[in-house]
């Protein structure tokens, strides 16, 4: 039986990577001077990332429309699909499972979903969507998938930095860590967020420059990760594609890296981390 593949707008993920592969997002909705607009079918990426810093009053988002997630779901059901496998956000930064989870109650009789809680979000959940996306190509279960998941997500680390501690800590999704939050914000150096399961996606501390926090974040990942594995590398940057590039090299000369990829981050994130902010997520290999 065919799956079809589902999960959030939010894992990184390109828009035209994902109706390629027909993967079904679920849009977050941002709201920019009290207009609704949904993350990658309604904004214009660079125009939006460009205006951030001078936003008043900053936008906000929510998870995407009960309406919304039940025409995906719906969808899915006309393309002819009678099970679908949903990789959703951790709940530690949105309540989006439980708005699929519902939709999902609404079509049980046609459609049989299967909702897998990632732990994680970002460039983590986009990784093990893409180690899903190959695992269904070669014919696995939903069951089988979400078993592989379960024994990768604690191996998966995302950790980047940005330049603008205001826009980091605004929307409060990013949380500020007492002391460091506060050596952060008076010595203006250069805030450092990671995402791992146990923790969400939070700050945690900081480098005196670019450099500085380039080699912490190098340093973590040497930490995380296991020098005898093959790793994939995903890189996410809100217009900062230069010290992306940097970054990946970097991490190539400390960990086997199989292939990179260099995408856009989604709104979302870019709304939490600001304008040239980068991030790397480091993931294992799909075994043959």
């Not at 009960?66 to 025409?71: G, I, K, M, T, V």
């Not at 890189?235 to 010290?243: C, G, K, P, Q, T």
């Amino acid at each position: 039986m065919k799956i079809k593949l589902l999960t959030d707008a939010s894992c990184l993920l390109p828009k035209e990577m994902m109706e390629k592969e027909n993967i079904g997002f679920f849009e977050s909705i941002l709201i920019i001077d009290e207009k609704d607009h949904r993350e990658l079918t309604e904004l214009n990426f660079e125009d939006f990332v460009n205006s951030l810093h001078d936003l008043d009053p900053y936008p906000t988002s929510s998870q995407a429309t009960p309406e919304d997630a039940l025409n995906i779901l719906k969808k899915t059901i006309d393309e002819g699909y009678e099970e679908a496998l949903y990789l959703g956000i951790t709940p530690k930064i949105s309540s989006q499972l439980n708005v699929v989870r519902l939709a999902s109650k609404t079509v049980k009789k046609q459609l049989k979903v299967h909702i897998y809680p990632t732990e994680l979000t970002v460039g983590s959940q986009g990784a093990m969507v893409y180690n899903a996306l190959k695992l269904l190509k070669k014919g696995k279960s939903a069951e089988e998938i979400m078993e592989y998941l379960d024994s990768i997500k604690h191996k998966i680390y995302t950790i980047g930095t940005t330049v603008d501690i205001k826009t980091l800590f605004k929307t409060g999704k990013v949380r500020r860590g007492s002391i460091k939050g506060i050596m952060v914000s008076l010595l203006k150096m250069k805030p450092i967020a990671h995402c791992t399961v146990e923790d969400g996606f939070i700050g945690y501390g900081a480098g005196i420059s670019y450099k500085g926090a380039l080699k912490t974040m190098i340093a973590e990942i040497e930490s995380r990760t296991d020098p005898d594995k093959e790793y994939n590398l995903f890189m996410a940057d809100a217009l900062n594609r230069e010290f992306a590039e940097v970054y990946a090299e970097e991490i190539k000369k400390v960990r086997k890296i199989k292939e990179v990829f260099y995408w856009n981050m989604p709104p979302t994130m870019a709304l939490t981390a600001g304008k040239w902010a980068v991030t790397a997520t480091i993931a294992p290999v799909l075994e043959d």
